[in-house]
Nanobody, 123 residues
Framework: VYLVESGGGSVQAGDSLRLTCVAS????????AAWFRQAPGKEREFVAV????????RYGDSVKGRFAITRENTKNTVYLQMNSLKPEDTAVYYC?????????????????WGQGTQVTVSS
């Protein structure tokens, strides 16, 4: 599956952004999808995942209650709604997918990655 992210940008703390990930090459309904992020000088960090079978979601501790991952299988699209953004949310955000993936996949188990979209939050 080929993934393309968009929607990043530069915002102020407290603002919102919605990231979009469009998949091609395969229909997304059999894929779990997730968002990861990587800040400069840091390791890639899990953000959120939605399971292929029922849409169940799981979030990283740092974004719980602020971010929401959703999907529209008919559009082969996954979204990440980010609210109450903080400067520490600044990172490149990556979309990834795994056919029949579980909610607990390790980063290295995901098989498709987008090119990333930059999110910058200033205080």
């Amino acid at each position: 599956v080929y993934l393309v992210e968009s929607g990043g940008g530069s915002v102020q703390a407290g603002d919102s952004l919605r990231l979009t990930c469009v998949a091609s090459g395969r229909t997304l309904n059999m894929y779990s999808a997730a968002w990861f992020r990587q800040a400069p000088g840091k390791e890639r960090e899990f953000v959120a995942v939605t399971r292929w079978s029922d849409g169940t979601t799981r979030y990283g501790d740092s974004v719980k209650g602020r971010f929401a991952i959703t999907r529209e299988n008919t559009k082969n699209t996954v979204y990440l709604q980010m609210n109450s953004l903080k400067p520490e949310d600044t990172a490149v955000y990556y979309c990834t997918a795994k056919r029949y993936g579980s909610l607990w996949l390790h980063e290295t188990d995901w098989t498709g990655w987008g090119q990333g979209t930059q999110v910058t939050v200033s205080s």
